[in-house]
């Protein structure tokens, strides 16, 4: 079994930055590829930014520039800095991987976290 937990959402003003956290535990013999997810309220979740073990990169058309995905594989963690934060990147964001508990498993299951809530008010 596998657990993402995520850490340090809030509330935020406009132009403000927050970090938020992600750990992997459990039965964990390999993380592919690291990602965060958002949902806003009425919509669909969306791909904010994801991370491959060799640390390529891709995100979100709206969050370039402004938000920084990275990871640490001996941890087993996923960050994003959030920067120049706007009202629009209010939801609850997800961590996810793809995360192989054996050898055999070349791609590995799809785990999600419960979601941190991100508020952008002033």
């Known amino acids: 079994q596998v657990q993402l937990v995520e850490f340090g959402g809030g509330l935020v003003q406009p132009g403000g930055s927050l970090t938020l956290s992600c750990a992997a535990s459990g039965s964990i013999f390999r993380i592919n590829v690291m990602a965060w997810y958002r949902q806003a309220p009425g919509q669909e979740r969306e791909l904010v930014a994801r991370?491959?073990?060799?640390?390529?990169?891709n995100y979100l058309d709206s969050v370039k520039g402004r938000f920084t995905i990275s990871r640490d594989n001996a941890k087993n963690t996923v960050s994003l800095q959030m920067n120049s934060l706007k009202p629009d990147d209010t939801a609850v964001y997800y961590c996810n991987a793809m995360v192989a508990v054996r050898p055999s498993e070349i791609v590995g299951r799809n785990y999600w976290g419960k979601g941190t809530l991100v508020t952008v008010s002033s």
């Open positions: 991370i491959t073990s060799g640390s390529n990169t």
